[in-house]
C-alpha cells in the first residue's frame, strides 16, 4: 500500500512537472533581428481544434536615438476567443538587447478573420525613464469555421460554408468575396452573407474607411492655423488665417485672454484671409475656437510675445564748420546684440556696419561745411528694426582778420574789417586787455567795414 502510493505521488509529481515545463517551453527563433521587433508565422486554425503558434520579441539598444530600457507585452488586440497567451520570461517583459517569446495557444470558438494586434509599453530613458505605450501590428489570424461533416476542409477560411439546413448535408458554398472588409457567412440555406465592417466610430468629424480589413477613421474636422508677421512693437502686424476644413457657414470665437470668455465672434464667411493691426509691446494669452455647422470644432490656444521695437535718437553738438562735433546714442530699446547699419548719402548701399555692443554713448569728429542726407538702420536679434534717415547742414564758422595801419603814435590808426563767413546778425565782442571781461558789444551790421 505504502509502495502504491509513494508511485501515485511520484507520478503526479512527474506529471506536474511535464505540464509546467510544457505552458513555459517557448525558446526565441534566433533568426529573428532587433529590427523587427516581433517576428514569427501567426499560423491559421480552425473552430473547436487545439491551435499553438509561438512568437519571438527581438530587441535593439536604442529606438529613435534613445537608449531603450525594455518592453513589456500587456495584451492582444482582437485575440481569437478562446485563446491565451504565456511569455518567456513569464513577465512578459523583455530587456533591451536581448529576445523572449510569446506562446498564444487554447481553443478557439469563433470562426472569422483577426488582425492582431500587441499591445506594449516601452521604456525608454530620454535622461528620465518615461513609458509609452505602443500598439504592434503582428498579422492576422484566420480560424476556419467547421462544415457539416466537421472538417475545415483542409483550409483555414471563413468562406467554406455548408448547407445544414434546407439542402444536401455535406454540400459546401463559397461565400468568400475577396473583400477584407466584409465579414463572410452562409445563411445556412445555400445563400451568402457579405457584411461590411462596421468601422463606425459615431465620430460625425472622421471619415471611417476599410482598408485591407483595418478600420481608419480618418479626421476631416476643421484645423485652425494662423501666421503672424511681422510681431514687433508699434509695427503693422498681418495675421493670415491658413486653417482648413472650415466651412462657409462656420462661426469663430475669440477668448483674448484664454479665460473661459468669449470676447469675439466672425462668421468665417465674412472673416478676411488676412487683417492687419498694430501691435504693442508685451505677451498676450488668446484662444480660438472654430465651430462647423456639423457641429465639429477645432481649439487653438497660443501665447504670442511682441518684444519693443528700438528707437533710433542721436544728438549733435556742437555743430559748426571746423569744429569737433560729438554725436550721443540715445537710442532707446536696443539690444546689445544688435547691428547699426550706416547710409552715409541715403542712396541704399550700407557704408559702414558697427555692432552694438562695440558703438560708444559719445563719438566725436570734425565736421565740415555742406549739407549731408544720411540713413541709420539698427536691426535687433529678433528682426525688430528702425530706421533713421535725417539730413544735417554744418554752416561755415565765421573767421576773424583785421588790418590796422598806420600804426605810430600820435598817428590816426585805420582798423579795416577783413573777416569772413560774419553773419549780418552776428555780433562782435571786445575784450580790450583780453582779461576776460567783455568791454564793448558790436552788432555786425552796425560795425563799418573801416573804423578810424
Do not use: H, W
Not at 505540464?19 to 527563433?29: E, H, R
Not at 579795416?416 to 564793448?440: E, H, P, W
Request: glycine residues 8%.
Amino acid at each position: 500500500m505504502k509502495n502504491i502510493t509513494f508511485c501515485c505521488l511520484l507520478l503526479a509529481g512527474i506529471l506536474l512537472n511535464v505540464n509546467t515545463a510544457t505552458s513555459q517551453i517557448c525558446t526565441p527563433d534566433p533568426n529573428c533581428t532587433s529590427a523587427e521587433i516581433i517576428c514569427g508565422t501567426l499560423d491559421d486554425g480552425c473552430e473547436n481544434e487545439f491551435y499553438v503558434t509561438i512568437l519571438t520579441i527581438s530587441l535593439p539598444n536604442d529606438i529613435g536615438g534613445f537608449t531603450l530600457v525594455d518592453v513589456t507585452l500587456n495584451s492582444f488586440t482582437n485575440l481569437p476567443p478562446g485563446l491565451s497567451f504565456e511569455c518567456n520570461p513569464s513577465s512578459c517583459t523583455v530587456a533591451a538587447n536581448s529576445s523572449g517569446c510569446i506562446v498564444i495557444e487554447g481553443n478557439p470558438t469563433t470562426p472569422g478573420t483577426y488582425n492582431l494586434i500587441a499591445n506594449t509599453t516601452a521604456r525608454v530613458d530620454v535622461g528620465i525613464i518615461v513609458s509609452i505605450d505602443t500598439p504592434l501590428v503582428v498579422g492576422t489570424i484566420i480560424i476556419a469555421e467547421k462544415d457539416c461533416n466537421g472538417e475545415c476542409n483542409g483550409t483555414a477560411s471563413i468562406d467554406n460554408c455548408s448547407i445544414c439546413s434546407g439542402g444536401s448535408t455535406g454540400l459546401l458554398a463559397d461565400c468568400d468575396d475577396d473583400d477584407p472588409c466584409t465579414n463572410d457567412s452562409c445563411d445556412g440555406f445555400g445563400g451568402c452573407i457579405n457584411t461590411p465592417l462596421d468601422c463606425d466610430d459615431n465620430n460625425p468629424c472622421t471619415n471611417d474607411l476599410c482598408i485591407n480589413g483595418v478600420c481608419e477613421n480618418e479626421y476631416v474636422g476643421p484645423v485652425l492655423d494662423f501666421s503672424v508677421t511681422p510681431l514687433c512693437d508699434g509695427q503693422n502686424a498681418t495675421v493670415t488665417n491658413l486653417s482648413t476644413g472650415i466651412d462657409p457657414d462656420a462661426v469663430y470665437y475669440l477668448d483674448l485672454n484664454n479665460d473661459g470668455s468669449i470676447d469675439a465672434t466672425f462668421p468665417a464667411a465674412a472673416l478676411p484671409s488676412d487683417s492687419s493691426f498694430v501691435v504693442g509691446a508685451g505677451s498676450a494669452t488668446f484662444a480660438v475656437i472654430v465651430v462647423n455647422p456639423d457641429g465639429c470644432s477645432d481649439t487653438l490656444v497660443a501665447s504670442v510675445t511682441t518684444p519693443f521695437s528700438p528707437q533710433l535718437d542721436f544728438d549733435v553738438t556742437p555743430l559748426c564748420d571746423g569744429q569737433n562735433a560729438t554725436v550721443t546714442n540715445l537710442s532707446t530699446n536696443v539690444d546689445t546684440d544688435a547691428v547699426y547699419y550706416l547710409d552715409l548719402n541715403n542712396d541704399g548701399s550700407i557704408d559702414g556696419t558697427f555692432p552694438a555692443a562695440a558703438l560708444p554713448t559719445d563719438s566725436s569728429f570734425v565736421v565740415g561745411a555742406g549739407t549731408a542726407t544720411f540713413a541709420v538702420i539698427v536691426v535687433n536679434p529678433d528682426g525688430c528694426s528702425d530706421t533713421l534717415v535725417a539730413s544735417v547742414t554744418t554752416p561755415f564758422s565765421p573767421q576773424l582778420d583785421f588790418d590796422v595801419t598806420p600804426l605810430c603814435d600820435g598817428q590816426n590808426a585805420t582798423v579795416t574789417n577783413l573777416s569772413t563767413n560774419v553773419d549780418a546778425d552776428a555780433v562782435y565782442y571786445l575784450d580790450l586787455n583780453n582779461d576776460g571781461s567783455i568791454d564793448a558789444t558790436f552788432p555786425a551790421a552796425a560795425l563799418p567795414s573801416d573804423s578810424s
